[in-house]
Nanobody
Framework: QVQLVESGGGLVQAGGSLRLSCTTSGRTFSSYAWGWFRQAPGKEREIVAA????????YYPDSVKGRFTISRDNAKNTAYLQMDSLKPEDTAVYYCAAKGSYITSRVYQHAYEYDYWGQGTQVTISS
């Protein structure tokens, strides 16, 4: 069982930045592809970033492209989501997710593809 713990959420003004972290205690961190999702009240969970097992492939939807950056540090068993130029519509609970993968370059865009989930961290952007 892989346990994921998110941190770094909070309240910031529009235009500000936050960096979310997702840490796992498992020793197989490098075996997983990673994703960050968010869910606002009354809305479906949506992907905001994904990174491949190798770290060389990434995916961002248009809504965050150019503002969010996903990265991973295998030595620290941690995935990151750097969020810049934040907007009020970015307000949501953010979740990290891990997907066991044999394909080093593949990114996974859909929530149902992921095997493990963190508990979520609240991000609130004030206007």
């Amino acid at each position: 069982q892989v346990q994921l713990v998110e941190s770094g959420g909070g309240l910031v003004q529009a235009g500000g930045s936050l960096r979310l972290s997702c840490t796992t205690s498992g020793r197989t961190f490098s075996s997983y592809a990673w994703g960050w999702f968010r869910q606002a009240p009354g809305k479906e969970r949506e992907i905001v970033a994904a990174i491949s097992k190798s770290g060389y492939s990434t995916y961002y939807p248009d809504s965050v492209k150019g503002r969010f950056t996903i990265s991973r540090d295998n030595a620290k068993n941690t995935a990151y989501l750097q969020m810049d130029s934040l907007k009020p519509e970015d307000t949501a609970v953010y979740y990290c997710a891990a997907k066991g993968s044999y394909i080093t370059s593949r990114v996974y865009q859909h929530a149902y593809e992921y095997d493990y989930w963190g508990q979520g961290t609240q991000v609130t952007i004030s206007s």
